[in-house]
C-alpha cells in the first residue's frame, strides 16, 4: 500500500514562495502518475497540477498556470510542488494524491481526480 506524506506548508506572505514535498513509501512512484490537489474552507476540492508517470506530461490549473511547477524525483520517491508568486487565494490545504496511469490523459486524471492513494494534507496560508 503506497502512502503519501505531505510537508513544506507553512505561512507566506503574497508574492513569497513555498515548495511542497510529497514523499511516498511503500512502492516506487515511478509507476504512479502524481497530482497536488488543494481545498479551502467552504470550497470544492481543485486538482491544481499533476504528473504523469510515462512520459512527464503535466496539467496545470488555470489559476496556477505560470506560478506553480510540478516536478518528480523518482530517484528519491518525491514529487514536489514549487509555488511562486503565492496570492491569498491560494490558501488552502495541499494534498498529494498517487494513481495508476495509461487509461486517461494526465489532464482528466486531474481534473476529475482519479487517485486512489492520498496523503494527510499540508496547511498553506498566503496573507501580510
Known amino acids: 500500500q503506497l502512502q503519501l506524506v505531505e510537508s513544506g506548508g507553512g505561512l507566506v506572505q503574497p508574492g513569497g514562495s513555498l515548495r511542497l514535498s510529497c514523499a511516498a513509501s511503500g512502492g516506487p512512484l515511478d509507476y504512479y502518475a502524481i497530482g497536488w490537489f488543494r481545498q479551502a474552507p467552504g470550497k470544492e476540492r481543485e486538482g491544481v497540477s499533476c504528473i504523469s508517470s510515462s512520459d512527464g506530461s503535466t496539467y496545470y490549473a488555470d489559476s496556477v498556470k505560470g506560478r506553480f511547477t510540478i516536478s518528480r524525483d523518482n530517484a528519491k520517491n518525491t514529487v514536489y510542488l514549487q509555488m511562486n508568486s503565492l496570492k491569498p487565494e491560494d490558501t488552502a490545504v495541499y494534498y498529494c494524491?498517487?494513481?495508476?496511469?495509461?487509461?486517461?490523459?494526465?489532464?482528466?486524471?486531474?481534473?476529475?481526480?482519479?487517485?486512489?492513494?492520498w496523503g494527510q494534507g499540508t496547511q498553506v496560508t498566503v496573507s501580510s
Open positions: 494524491a498517487a494513481g495508476l496511469g495509461g487509461i486517461t490523459t494526465i489532464q482528466h486524471m486531474c481534473v476529475l481526480a482519479l487517485f486512489a492513494s
